[in-house]
């Protein structure tokens, strides 16, 4: 059974800084692709980034050069470094995790509680 929790989320200042992190269990990161996704009020869910089995990265284009995703596959940890936040980034976000050996921006079957992230200008 793969659980996914994720933690870190919070009320931040526009141009402040926060650090989401996703700790799996159940799911090795060497054998799933690995996604944070974000839900902002009235819209539909989005791909943010994502981190593959061999860790290359992905990142959607309205986040490229601001967040950085990453992983520790030993301590089966996924974190999500967001700088330079804006009011738009004001969202739920969850993490994904995805066994198919196929890198996409769809997603996997396993997803998190979701963390709220607010940001206030």
């Known amino acids: 059974q793969v659980r996914l929790v994720e933690s870190g989320g919070g009320f931040v200042q526009a141009g402040e800084s926060l650090t989401l992190s996703c700790v799996s269990s159940?799911?090795?990161?060497?054998?799933?692709?690995m996604a944070w996704f974000r839900q902002a009020p009235g819209k539909e869910r989005e791909f943010v980034a994502a981190i593959s089995m061999s860790g290359f990265l992905d990142y959607s284009d309205s986040v490229r050069g601001r967040f950085t995703i990453s992983k520790d596959n030993a301590k089966r940890t996924m974190s999500l470094l967001m700088n330079s936040l804006k009011t738009e980034d004001t969202a739920v976000y969850y993490c994904n995790a995805d066994p198919s050996r196929v890198f996409t921006r769809n997603g996997g079957p396993y997803w998190g509680q979701g963390t709220q992230v607010t940001v206030s200008s």
């Open positions: 159940g799911a090795s990161l060497t054998q799933h692709n």
